[in-house]
């Protein structure tokens, strides 16, 4: 053998070697990234449900490949694929439990661990989302009622539908508290024997208030924590034997008390939070065979509608109650109305908005009119006037506070002086007797609300808040209009 022969089949030979451990190299990287499997899809949950069917949702798998389908376990066994995040399951038995958990496969045909396990338990007699059929009427209790002797018992079950106990607090752990410990147990028990006289009374926990707000923005920053707050909701309801949870926030991004926690982020993650809790009450509900209810408490101006998502977050309440009061109060520089029910033409020196003003911008921001429930309010505001014209309506004023109607009525009504007049564009009273101006709603001005509820197509009216009318003078008033 030549020289030259030897030399080539040497290069020969250690070509093929090299040759082989690059593909053996390259065999092994490729085996070792074809083998990362994706990650476990996350938060599966059901978004609907109906006697037979249940449609699951998780959120999406990341992987180093590329997630082609996802596998559906129905209990422990394979049971179906999808492309999509979403898939409804059908032919199942009404009073049988299933267990589902989902796996996502990528393209090398790699399968993630299984995401969480969602139990799921159906009923013929289930409604995820009951029809509205009446107009509500909400009523607040607040717990502090009872410290002067108005309690529970001595509400008028027949004229509600729904009533909102404020308030419970935020705790440390986001978990929900009892705000009046000494009252609250007490407080369920007598709101639960009213369902005795109007089986279809619903009570709901109303949490926050001005005062409880503090950490809402900390309890929506995170998937953590909203987790946590959703899981307090349901934990809270079901311990105490409750229908639903109302969000008072006051207020997302900002406003509010000084110390409470705020972020910009506030917007988008209240949003976040009401579609977690949505989750874990329908999660609760099919186990309990009953829809549990998810309302808030809205700002009535463009500042909080600016600093929410009403067109987004809707899908996930069954309403919202407006705070259409205090739109002007002794915090203003002049005298003005409490609730107008719409903007005047007046030349006054302050801004004007009203209840109409804020259905108005709420239904322009996307949010459902039918879902949208009218604050009115059952006290009214007392100002010390420092001028006469006018019969005291925008006029500076020394001092000032909140009165009761029942106040109003048993102290002021035609007594020492006072005069009422009737704005016929603002459609409210007031009372002046040439040094006090009062503004407040009477049973005219409401049954007048009432008609603009029914006109309007909204879900009803909410009162702030019921001790303040222990005659129901106002009460009769909008349940008689809201129900002819």
């Keep these: ?28 990287f490729a085996d070792k990234t074809d083998k990362q499997p994706p990650t476990a899809p996350a938060n599966l949950h059901m978004t609907n ?20 389908a996802y596998s559906i376990y129905k209990d422990g066994t394979y049971f179906a694929s999808t492309l999509n995040c979403t898939y409804t399951v059908e032919n199942l038995t009404p009073g049988i439990e299933y267990e589902f958990y989902i796996k996502a496969k990528d393209v090398k045909r790699n399968l993630s661990k299984p995401s969480n396990v969602l139990t799921v338990t159906l009923s013929k007699d289930y409604v995820p989302n009951p029809p509205t059929r009446a107009k509500k009427i909400v009523g607040y209790y607040a717990a502090w009622s009872a410290y002067s002797g108005f309690t529970p018992d001595k509400l008028d079950a027949n004229k509600l539908t729904h009533i909102n106990y404020a308030f419970a607090n935020i705790g440390s752990d986001f978990k929900l508290v009892m705000g009046y410990p000494d009252k609250d147990t007490a407080n369920f028990k007598m709101l639960q024997d009213l369902k005795i006289v109007n089986p279809d009374l619903k009570i709901l926990i109303s949490v926050g208030g001005w005062t409880w ?18 899981a307090g909701c349901v934990e809270f309801l079901t311990r105490y034997g409750l229908d639903g949870v109302d969000l008072d926030w006051e207020y997302p991004v900002g406003g509010g008390l000084a110390e409470n926690s705020r972020r910009p982020e506030d917007k988008q993650n209240f949003t976040l939070l009401l579609k977690k809790i949505r989750e874990k009450l329908d999660e609760q509900g099919l186990k309990d065979n009953k829809h549990y209810l998810l309302t808030i408490a809205g700002g009535a101006g463009n500042y909080y509608i600016g600093n929410t998502e009403p067109g987004i977050f809707h899908e996930y309440v069954d309403y919202a109650t407006l705070m259409t009061y205090d739109i002007h109060g002794t915090w203003d520089s002049y005298t003005d109305f409490n609730a107008p029910l719409y903007n005047n033409q007046d030349l006054s020196p302050q ?8 259905i108005n911008a709420w239904i322009n921001a996307g949010f459902p009119k039918e879902k949208l429930v009218a604050g009115v309010p059952f006290y009214g505001y007392l100002y010390e006037t420092s001028s006469t014209g006018n019969n005291g309506l925008y006029q500076t004023f020394s001092t000032g506070k909140s009165l009761s109607y029942f106040n109003i009525e048993a102290n002021y009504i035609n007594k020492d002086g006072f005069v009422r007049y009737f704005h016929e564009q603002s459609m409210v009273p007031w009372l002046y007797n040439g040094k006090v101006f009062i503004s407040y709603d009477d049973a005219t001005s409401m049954s007048l609300k009432a008609d603009y509820i029914k006109t309007k197509g909204l879900g009803g009216a909410a009162v702030w808040e019921l001790s303040q009318d222990p005659n129901k ?11 002819n």
């Design 1 to 28: 053998m030549n020289k030259n022969l030897k030399i080539k089949k040497t290069l020969s030979i250690v070509l093929a070697f090299v040759l082989l451990v690059l593909s053996s190299d390259n065999f092994a």
């Design 49 to 68: 449900a109906n006697e037979t069917s249940v449609t699951l949702e998780w959120d999406a798998s990341t992987d180093n490949v590329g997630v082609n």
């Design 213 to 230: 707000s503090v950490k809402f923005s900390d309890a929506a920053a995170t998937e953590t924590s909203r987790s946590a707050f959703a």
């Design 351 to 358: 801004y004007k908005w009203s209840v109409d003003s804020s």
């Design 473 to 483: 003078v106002l009460l009769n008033s909008l349940y008689d209009n809201l129900n």
